[in-house]
């Protein structure tokens, strides 16, 4: 795995830590991500959250296109010791937290951010949980985007996403879906 564009260009990272049964988002899938936010302007100057991070990669990305801060947010120990560890080969800074989700979102009251990017297990389906929970705790700048990746079978039709988020993209890769919704 590595990172595909930006400043950091190239470099590789870390790989899924042993014992996790952790689905890294493909090249494919982060490079049409990216270039669908960056059309829009987005990534460049934002700070964002990076949950259900994994190995940080989708946050890492972000850092390396332009973004000012990211967070990045996990509930398992070797996973966040893996993202310290990219952060260090990349050479960007960020803040990093072990927190179950989508309840340890609580610990950000008080603070927006202008890009989410979420890729939880797919088995647990909690993509509109962590929606909700988003908007509960009002987390999202004006014009956030909030970036999923999530198995395309998963529901996420109008009733399970709250109203004020709208679905702009709905790009399908096999059996992954990508999502991007803004506020």
Sequence with gaps: MRIISGIARGRRLA?????????????????SLFAILESRGAVQGWSGLDLYAGTGALGCEALSRGADRMTFVDAHRSSVATIRENLTRT??????????????????????????????PYPDRLVA?????????????????IAAEH???????????PICLTCTVRRTYGGTCLSLWEA
């Design 91 to 120: 050479g960007f800074a960020g803040e990093v937290v072990t927190a179950d989700l989508p309840n340890g979102l609580r610990r950000f009251v008080g603070r927006q951010f202008d890009l989410v990017l979420l890729d939880p």
């Design 15 to 31: 790989s899924v830590p042993k014992g996790l049964s952790i689905r890294p988002t493909t090249d494919r899938v982060r490079e």
């Design 151 to 161: 198995p395309a079978d998963e529901p996420l039709g109008e009733s399970d996403v």
């Design 129 to 145: 949980r962590t929606l909700r929970a988003l908007v509960e705790y009002d987390l999202l700048a004006p014009d956030a985007y």
